[in-house]
């Protein structure tokens, strides 16, 4: 390893502190060197944010005047390339400490004073949209500058995907890339996993299951958000252990207006005692449904997956049988038949393993879709651990996809095969006939 390298390496931390203006610096510190050491992991990062691919160059502290006060963001970024120059601040936050809006808006201010293009934030807050910010800003400030946010579950799985899965292609780098990753997964670190449901949690649960929750309770808005930021927690969890980009999936108006999501799940929690997502993942069959129901204190993970379009109805419930041969007896399969409504037949897969007939119960209708489900009951602490709500999400959610999910591969029928030419000899004298026909050839000239 070179001299330079070496030295920029010993920036990284081995282990945390419990000091939170230290923990911050030291944090932002081993971040930003490897951002100026290993460019695999910065174009990761940066490209999300608008920088162009370039040579990255990071700095600590740097001061700034404003309104005759001096004022120190915790970090730079800037990334060249020819000409061209993309300049960033950085705010960092570590712990249970969030971001403020008033520090927040003093940054934006000398970003525009300057002539940078972005403020990028790092904490452990997880907006429950993306490209939603956490902390609210005066949107006057963001007409010349772009507000980007990291949780730092966000920074720490995506080292991990590029390390283990996309690879770094300098050993050296891809050593130092390690040494960051060591640095956030140490518990005093301050890069912190979604741990607390928050502190209405259980007040809320409650209220749903004796059915006394409405839509104006000024604590049921908090409860929506952190589901939300639960389903991208477990998105980032995942695909970091897939090495791929699992994401929730969000329709346009909820992505355009992240109000609308928030709105639509309050109005299901408040009906139905529900709160439900769903998570994309590349290649996978279909996505992942999440519910969590609180009146039944249950949290379910389903898929739906189209049913082979030819073959006896058993036919293609052994197809899907075929393919659940891993699963665990108690996941539910659900057959829907066409031209029916309403629900199909639903058994458990133990039982349908005995007699896949369960599931078609009318042979003269066609099996259309099958829906594969997982129910387990909730976690009702707010925290992390045994009988917490977040890990029983997650938890299910892990066994599903590693059970279910990924071995089931969507239908396809076979290609046509072609019909082998006919040899005389197979043919009965009694069924050859001289009458011309289409399937002859044309007649040869005597």
Not at 25 to 41: C, F, G, H, K
Not at 313 to 320: G, L, Y
């Amino acid at each position: 390893m070179s001299e330079e390298t070496w030295h920029q390496a010993r920036l990284i931390p081995t282990s945390g502190i419990s000091g939170a203006p230290e923990q911050e610096r030291r944090a932002t510190s081993a971040l930003l060197a490897v951002l100026s050491i290993v460019p695999d992991y910065s174009r990761a990062l940066l490209s999300a944010v608008g920088a162009s691919a370039g040579k990255v160059a990071t700095y600590i502290e740097v001061p700034f005047d404003l309104d005759e006060q001096r004022v120190y963001p915790d970090g730079l970024i800037r990334v060249k390339r020819g000409t061209r120059e993309w300049t960033a601040l950085v705010e960092v936050k570590t712990g249970k400490n969030n971001l403020e809006t008033p520090q927040l808006e003093n940054y934006l201010d000398v970003a525009r004073a300057n002539g940078f293009d972005a403020l990028i934030t790092i904490s452990n807050e997880i907006p429950p949209v993306p490209g939603q910010h956490p902390t609210a800003v005066d949107k006057r400030k963001l007409r010349k500058v772009a507000i980007h946010h990291w949780s730092w579950s966000y920074v720490l799985a995506t080292a991990i995907v590029q390390k283990e899965h996309r690879g770094v292609s300098d050993p050296e780098q891809a050593w130092i890339l390690g040494e960051l990753i060591r640095y956030l997964e140490h518990e005093r670190s301050g890069a912190l996993d979604l741990d607390d449901m928050g502190p209405n949690w259980v007040a809320v649960r409650e209220a749903v299951s004796a059915g006394t929750l409405r839509a104006n309770d000024k604590t049921a808005p908090e409860i929506v958000s952190r589901f939300d930021a639960l389903l991208r927690y477990a998105s980032l969890r995942l695909g970091q252990r897939l090495g791929t980009d699992v994401t929730p999936i969000l329709t346009r108006q909820e992505v355009a207006n992240p109000a609308s999501r928030a709105s639509s799940l309050l109005s299901s929690l408040v009906t139905t005692g529900e709160l439900a997502g769903a998570i994309r993942i590349p290649h996978a069959v279909a996505p992942i449904n999440v519910v969590a129901d609180l009146r039944a204190n249950r949290v379910t993970c389903y898929v739906d997956v189209g049913a082979p379009q030819e073959g006896k109805q058993t036919t293609r419930v052994n197809w899907i049988l075929r393919q659940l041969k891993d699963a665990r007896p108690d996941v539910r399969v659900e057959s829907f038949a066409a031209r029916t409504r309403g629900a199909g037949a639903a058994e458990l897969l133990a039982d349908v393993r005995e007699n896949p007939k369960l599931l078609a119960p009318d042979p003269t209708r066609d099996i259309r879709s099958f829906r594969i489900a997982l129910s387990v009951p909730a976690g009702s602490k707010r925290g992390r651990g045994r009988g917490a709500f977040i890990d029983s999400v997650l938890d299910t959610l892990d066994t599903f996809y590693g059970e279910v999910v990924q071995h089931i591969k969507p239908w396809t029928a076979a290609p046509p095969r072609l019909r082998e030419a006919d040899r005389g000899e197979d043919v009965a004298a009694e069924l050859v006939s001289t009458d011309l026909s289409s399937q002859d050839g044309p007649e040869l000239a005597s």
